[in-house]
């Protein structure tokens, strides 16, 4: 496969990124939500001062094709680009809605240069292109303003929509609350937790260290009208310990770490709760069983492509070593229950339909400071 390094160019003598044929964003007009749709276009209008395609034959062919897709762009299209970027560990599969695609283009009478299946591997691939290059970029993947179109798209996008599509942390979380939660790496689930946080609760400072995911909590929790929520830029094991809680949670964060950044974790952990606060732990070893089914090539070889290089690799039986060192901490641990599920799911397959299987154990910990 050609390079991205090829197909987009940061060279200052470069092919638009977008053309007058790109900039009409039709598939855009009659959108209920103008403020997606304005954040579209803010977007690809950014972009094009960073990077175009280069000037070649295949550079011209792709500024063609790819501007068709901008033509037809649905506003959701915002939503799947923040997923290959920034959160493809969490959304692992994103497809581009060819079937909103194509209906934009039959309404505007669009003759397509040709097969539709052609045109949609195209598409596909410049669209995974330019994830990539984005996310391969540190100085496009740590641009403020990039993070912020992208985050508050998500932002808009779940505001109007509700679609959660993640577990719901707030079943963890004990009604007799004494201070103030919070969620470490909250990751995308800051959303739903923003909306189900009742407004007479203590304090929930949710934290991150994610531009994209800051800048989004931060605009979903003043549209949301929640003045009980913080939002913090923070990479553990470091955080904020003049901030004692009441009650910390960890959901699906400790199988990103090594067993030494655990430890330390759980250290900082103990000095940041209060006396008598709660630690609640929700993880899985799912990522740890993908890697291990993974250096088979059958298996691996179907893995999304970029899919497993965004998980960690960490030891095994870690849901045993978690509890011990909960334990090893200092903490009083009240509940810890484990399971093992088996799955079978095209959700981290590059061919939809082509299901996966996979047994990983998920666990729960909750533990007190004495």
């Known amino acids: 496969m050609t390079s991205n390094h090829s197909i987009f160019s940061k060279s200052e003598d470069r092919l638009s990124l977008i053309t007058d044929a790109g900039k009409t964003y039709s598939g855009l007009n009659n959108s209920k939500s103008p403020e997606l749709c304005q954040r579209v276009t803010d977007f690809f209008g950014y972009l094009n001062k960073h990077i175009g395609f280069p000037k070649t034959d295949l550079g011209r062919d792709n500024q063609t094709i790819f501007n068709l897709?901008?033509?037809?762009?649905?506003?959701?299209?915002?939503?799947?680009?923040?997923?290959?970027?920034?959160?493809?560990?969490?959304?692992?599969?994103v497809y581009l809605?060819?079937?909103?695609?194509?209906?934009?283009?039959?309404?505007?009478?669009?003759?397509?240069?040709?097969?539709?299946?052609?045109?949609?591997?195209?598409?596909?691939?410049?669209?995974?292109?330019?994830?990539?290059?984005?996310?391969?970029?540190?100085?496009l993947f740590n641009d403020s303003q990039?993070?912020?179109?992208?985050?508050?798209?998500?932002?808009?996008?779940?505001?109007q929509t509700k679609n959660f599509p993640w577990d719901n942390p707030m079943e963890m979380i004990p009604e007799d609350l004494k201070g103030c939660v919070m969620d470490v790496a909250t990751g995308?689930?800051?959303?739903?937790?923003?909306?189900?946080?009742?407004?007479?609760y203590p304090k929930l400072i949710l934290t991150d260290n994610l531009t994209f995911i800051v800048k989004g909590l931060t605009h979903f929790a003043k549209i949301s009208e929640r003045t009980n929520i913080e939002i913090?830029?923070?990479?553990?094991?470091?955080?904020?310990?003049?901030?004692?809680?009441?009650?910390?949670?960890?959901?699906?964060?400790?199988?990103?770490?090594?067993?030494?950044?655990?430890?330390?974790?759980?250290?900082?952990?103990?000095?940041?709760?209060?006396?008598?606060?709660?630690?609640?732990?929700?993880?899985?070893d799912l990522e740890f069983q993908i890697?291990?089914?993974?250096?088979?090539p059958e298996y691996g070889d179907k893995l999304?492509?970029?899919y497993k290089e965004t998980l960690v690799k960490i030891e095994d039986k870690f849901c045993e070593t978690l509890i011990k060192d909960v334990r090893q901490a200092g903490f009083n641990v009240l509940h810890f229950d484990f399971h093992e599920y088996e799955d079978e799911t095209d959700a981290y397959s590059q061919y939809p339909g082509d299901n996966l299987s996979i047994k990983f154990i998920g666990l729960e910990i909750i533990a007190n400071k004495l």
């Open 69 to 93: 897709l901008l033509q037809s762009a649905y506003p959701e299209i915002m939503i799947d680009l923040a997923d290959l970027v920034y959160v493809q560990h969490e959304r692992p599969a």
């Open 97 to 139: 809605n060819f079937d909103h695609i194509h209906m934009n283009f039959k309404k505007d009478r669009v003759s397509l240069p040709e097969s539709v299946d052609q045109i949609n591997d195209k598409f596909s691939f410049l669209f995974w292109e330019l994830a990539r290059i984005i996310r391969e970029t540190l100085v």
């Open 291 to 296: 890697l291990k089914r993974a250096k088979n």
């Open 146 to 159: 990039i993070a912020s179109l992208l985050g508050e798209s998500y932002s808009i996008y779940l505001f």
């Open 232 to 284: 913090l830029n923070i990479d553990f094991p470091e955080g904020p310990l003049e901030k004692h809680c009441g009650c910390i949670l960890a959901s699906k964060f400790l199988h990103h770490l090594q067993r030494s950044e655990r430890k330390k974790f759980l250290q900082w952990v103990m000095k940041a709760l209060q006396p008598g606060g709660m630690l609640l732990i929700l993880d899985t």
């Open 188 to 200: 995308l689930s800051g959303f739903r937790l923003i909306h189900d946080w009742p407004k007479h």
């Open 304 to 306: 999304i492509n970029g």
